[in-house]
């Protein structure tokens, strides 16, 4: 199990996008803060103004340089997701 530090993920519990992400980071061994939008109001206040809007999955990536990238699209993560941890392993 890899346990990205620089990596959170906003989700809402029974979204069908963010459960396709999840999955993804389960079979890659990914582990990554998972940071509830619906349920908890401080988080789902963050991804508004961290991000720009209210929309999950969003991948939010703390650069080397501190600063942020807010990733939406579930595919764009997914993509993001196997580059950088897939190994070359075929999904
Ligand atoms: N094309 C987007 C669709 C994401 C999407 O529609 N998410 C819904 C939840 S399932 C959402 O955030 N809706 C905004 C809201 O409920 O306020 C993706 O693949 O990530």
Redesign the pocket.
Known sequence: MTVAKDLALYH?AH???CAFVRRELDKLGVEVDIRDAGANPAHRKALKEGGGK????CLLITNEDGSETWM????DIVAYLKKRFSKGKVA
């Open positions: 809402f979204c069908p996008f209210i929309q999950v999955p939406y699209e579930s595919m």
